[in-house]
Structures are given as C-alpha cells and as structure tokens.
C-alpha cells in the first residue's frame, strides 16, 4: 500500500465481508488448524453394544488435543495394498484427561467401513484418525441447548449430554432422540428426566408410535430459557430436514438451528 | 500433508483384515473418493430456506466499475449455458454424468467488469453461508450459476432456486442459494475454510483440509 495513513485512522486489518442476509449461522469455535490436518495411531480398547445395529468403540489416543462436544473425526483404514477409506465420525464421549475417545458406530448395510468395525475389529486393533474437526456443531456449553437427534445421529448429542451432566451444568439442556423402537435407541440407559423418546415404529406399552411432530417440538420452544434455544439437529438428510422444519414452525430462529447430516 | 495418489498410500498403518471393496482403478475419480452412483447426499450445515423465485435475486459487487443485481427474470435473459459432468464433495463421494443448466458466471462479470485488482471472491448465500474463491477458478467457464438439476428445477434442499457450481473443486464452494459475489484484493475465509476446511478445496491434489 502507498496511500498515506492518516493520523486519526488507525492502521487496523480490513473488516471482514459479512454477507447482508439474515439467516447468517456463525461458528460457535475456532477450529486449531494445525491439530486437525495431524493423523494419529489410536488403538482400540473395548467394544460396547449399544443396540443389535449400534456398537460403541473405545480408542485410546496419544497427543489427543481434546474436543468440544459435537464435534467430529476423519477415520481411515488402509488395506495390504495401499487402498484407504476414510470416513468422518462424530465424537461419542465427553471431553475429560483419560486420553481415551468414543465413537458410536451404526452398522450400515455393505458398509465398508462400518463393515470392518462390526466383524473385524478387536481390542488392540490399531486405526487412524485426525480431528477433531468443525467448530459449527459445537457446544462448549455457554448456552441452553435443544437437542434433535434420530438413529445414530444422537451421538454427537450424547457427548454434549454426558458434558452437561459430568460438569454438573445448570444451564437447561433437553435431547428430543427418534428411534425405531426402544430395542434401537442408542444410550437407552443412559437417559434422565432431559430426554424425551420418540418412537417410529414400534413403542412401550402406552407410549404412541410416529414420527416426531410440531406437538414434541412446541413445548420446548414455549417454555423456552430467557435467552432462548441453541438446538442443534443431527441425523440422515431426511430427518433433518424435517426436524428443522418443527423448530423454525415453532418460532426457533433460523440462526441458532446448527444441523449436521450424516448424508 | 499427503502423498496419497489414486486410492494408494506410502503410510505404513496397514488396518489388520481391512481389505475394502472390491476396486476397479478410476482414472475420472479423485483420490479418495468413491462413486455414489445415483445417490446425491445433502450436506449443508443450516435450514433449507423456503426461497421462492421471485424473492431470488444474485448481486456482484466490491472491486467492479458497475455493481448490478440480477432478480429472476433477468438472470435468466442471459445466455443459456450448462454443465455436464463429475461433481465432488469433500466427505468422499463423487457424481459422475450430472446436468445443470443455469448461465455461466463469466456472462454475469462481464456485465459488472471487474478491476484488475480484483484477486478473489466471497461467494453468499442468501442463508449467509460465505465461500472464498480466487477469481481466476470462477472465470474462464469454469463456474455458473444454475437452476436446473437433469432438466428440471433445482430442488430447495440441493440450493434451488439457484445455486453456483465450480465443479473443478470441492463442492462446498458451490454455493448453494447463492446470494452474490463480492470481488475483493485478497483472500478472505468463508464458512467452512473458517472451519478447519483448505482454502481452495482441488480434489485432484486432495486440499480437504487446512494443511493439506
Ligand atoms: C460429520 C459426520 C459425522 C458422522 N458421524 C457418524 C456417527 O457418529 N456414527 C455413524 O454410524 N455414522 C456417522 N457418520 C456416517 C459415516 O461417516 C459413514 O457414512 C457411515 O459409517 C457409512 O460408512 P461405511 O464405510 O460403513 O459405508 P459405505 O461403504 O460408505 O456405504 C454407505 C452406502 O453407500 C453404498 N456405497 C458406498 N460406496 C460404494 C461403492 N463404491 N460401491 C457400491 N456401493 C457403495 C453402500 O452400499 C451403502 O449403502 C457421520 C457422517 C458425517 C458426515
């Protein structure tokens, strides 16, 4: 630059183009850069049914920098032959020191990767990974939280949960969770009085069978904190694109609706 | 950084009893990327906006002599243009033989006539979702802006009304309910390249994250 600084202007970085739009989601966390392009050698230590279709998986990982809840992870394979398969998943467990992580992984029909992980792997298997990744889904737990999950998509929600409840927070938190039935919900016997179960196609005694509805969604959102909801929904596309659909009829504000699809 | 090439890796971590699908080489697929076939996953991180056309409206301003906004009649009195090919996104899958029609943006620079400093573009959406780009990977046909998937309107949750397309790199540059442009003299990190994501996001030489 040539032009002359003028002596009332002090010289500052120029601001940054916000578009002039409404909806604009910000990120909740800076993401550390150079943590997240470092792949390391985790090695599993347990396995932990879930459900019949639903497994949680224990790694131990040295030089984990830690994460904020709802963030996720790449993960790769490698065959003898060189061929890699890399697939992201969310971060079961909440942050602490044990230098240990979880994953819950769903067992995809003809999944590669979930394949290998459902018949394959046994304790001491060592994989790799590098993260944790995305400071958008995060929830460092400075705000009431509403949490929309379906299927496996409760995961990055349960490390949320689990943060919520190990730091014995105060500030309101609610997990809405869809499964099937009561035999596939994940972390069935974790829940307290903070989750609400829905079920799609078959229920408890007494417990009604459907989708999620305005009715499930609508008196969170009216009795609702003084600084209102963050929700965060996470699932398949089509579940989030109806969930999404519940909150902002419900007057959720389109730019504290964070969603992640599992695609 | 990576030395992965076509699926092949020179790390040693070898995943015992991992041996994957059965693999043909691709020479059209990027290295680690697979072929979804028919399937066209939804990744966008917000609310599926309810745009209708008529409140649709696309602007490019900054570093121009004349900044225009285009509303949806006008946009489409440009000249047809369309794009057949690959797509890739960044969580691995890659769509081969897709259509879009829509114009190509170098129509819709032409008219604003961009400065010589002008060196990058932040791409928004009307969600605010931002996406930077050089100028130089959005000129040249090589990105449009486009209302048709296969011949038929685009659908909201894949960014229709319209959306961008640069399909030479990482579709999370393809902004979806794209909103405008604004030419700039520097780069500036949108959504997720504020997020862990690389700058520029080529497929062919594997920039998915910062550092890559
Ligand atoms: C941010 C994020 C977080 C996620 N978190 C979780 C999580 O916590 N838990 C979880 O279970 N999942 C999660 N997922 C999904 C996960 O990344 C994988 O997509 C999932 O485990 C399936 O991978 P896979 O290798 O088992 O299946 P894939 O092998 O990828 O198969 C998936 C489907 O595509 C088909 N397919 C794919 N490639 C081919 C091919 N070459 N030929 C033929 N068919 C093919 C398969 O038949 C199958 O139906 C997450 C995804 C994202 C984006």
Known sequence: ?????????????????????????????????????VWRTATLTGIRPETPRATTFRFAVPGWPGHVPGQHLLLRLTAEDGYVAQRHYSIASAPDDSGHIELTLDR?????????????????????????LSGFFAWPGDRPALLLGAGSGVVPLMSMVRHHRARDMRLPLRLLVSARGPEDLIYAREYGAETTAVFTRSAPEGVAVGRMTAAHV??????????????????????????????VAAGQPVERIRIERFG | MSTRRNGITDHVNITRGFTGRPRVHDPGLPPGQYDAGDDWPVLSAEVTPDLAPADWSFRIDGLVAEPRT??????????????????????????????????????FLHGVRPHG??????????????ANLPLADVTGGRAWIVWEYDG??????????ARLIVPHLYFWKSVKWIAGLRLLDHDEPGFWEGNGYHERGNPWEEQRYSGD
């Open chain 1, 1 to 37: 630059m040539t032009e002359q600084i003028s002596g009332r202007t002090p010289r500052r970085t120029p601001e940054r183009f916000a578009p002039p739009t409404r909806f604009a989601v910000p990120g909740r966390i800076g993401v550390n850069e150079r943590t997240a392009s």
């Open chain 1, 108 to 132: 995809v029909e003809d999944g590669e990767v979930s394949g290998w992980f459902h018949t394959v792997a046994r304790p001491g298997d060592r994989i790799e990974m590098r993260g944790p």
């Open chain 1, 218 to 247: 609508a008196p969170f959102l009216a009795k609702q904190p003084p600084s209102g909801w963050e929700a965060y929904v996470c699932g398949s596309n089509s579940f989030a694109e109806h969930a999404s659909r519940l909150l």
């Open chain 2, 70 to 107: 285009w509303d949806w009649e006008q946009a489409h009195a440009l000249p047809a243009s369309s794009y057949q090919g690959a797509i890739h996104c960044v969580t691995s899958w890659s769509k081969f033989g897709v259509r879009f029609g829509g114009v190509s943006l170098d129509a």
């Open chain 2, 117 to 130: 400093s002008a060196t990058h573009v932040v791409a928004y959406a009307h969600t605010g979702y931002t």
């Open chain 2, 152 to 161: 038929r309107p685009l659908p909201a949750e894949h960014g229709g009304p």
